[in-house]
């Protein structure tokens, strides 16, 4: 894995891409998920943006940076942007699932699954099932029970395994219903369900 010095996105202090947290100011070199995302400001994710932008224009190739870039557009629901950057990220992440997840959250835009139409639903899911080869997870299959439900069950569309299934499995392999508001948060659409 390349490393690449750049400055800390919060205090400005140089770092590289090998450190994970700032020795000064204790905050993430490189965000990883949109969790770390969640509290802060829109300013705050724009200097974040801005500082992997500049280190990415002499790296454009380097996966972490576009995956970081990415979650700060996700962030700002530039759903677009963050999906080019995602999709940037994608070739060089044969071991990280993380862009194919975050890549299928910017294609839903927002939106309800209800609302797409079938290729973008089948491109989510191509994504989703990209990211499940490399690194399942229960938030993934909670993603793709959640699509099952939303667009598959609501259209009368049969689909195997069922959106129960998914669910079952995803509950079955720790998924807590924090992990479930914390997706909707990230999809932007109301909790519907219950575990």
Not at 54 to 78: D, M, R, V, W, Y
Request: glycine content about 2%; some cysteine; charged content about 25%.
């Amino acid at each position: 894995m390349e490393v690449i010095s750049l400055k800390c996105p919060n205090c400005g202090a140089s770092v590289t891409t090998k450190t994970k947290e700032c020795e000064f100011c204790f905050q993430e070199i490189l965000v990883r998920s949109f969790k770390s995302l969640m509290s802060m400001p829109t300013p705050q994710i724009n200097k974040y943006r801005t500082t992997y932008q500049s280190a990415a224009s002499e790296h454009p190739e380097n996966p972490q940076l576009n995956t970081s870039i990415g979650l700060c557009f996700l962030k700002l629901s530039k759903y677009d942007q963050a999906l080019e950057y995602f999709e940037k990220a994608q070739p060089e992440s044969f071991d990280d699932a993380t862009p194919y997840f975050y890549a299928a959250v910017a294609q839903l835009k927002g939106r309800k699954p209800f609302l797409l139409n079938r290729t973008e639903i089948d491109k989510i899911l191509e994504n989703l099932n990209a990211a499940m080869e490399i690194a399942p997870s229960p938030e993934q299959m909670y993603f793709i029970s959640y699509i099952k439900r939303d667009y598959f069950k609501r259209k009368f569309l049969k689909t195997s395994p069922t959106w129960e299934e998914c669910m079952q499995e995803a509950v079955d392999n720790g998924l807590s219903p924090a992990d479930v508001e914390e997706f909707h948060a990230m999809v932007g659409t109301p909790v519907d369900i219950e575990l």
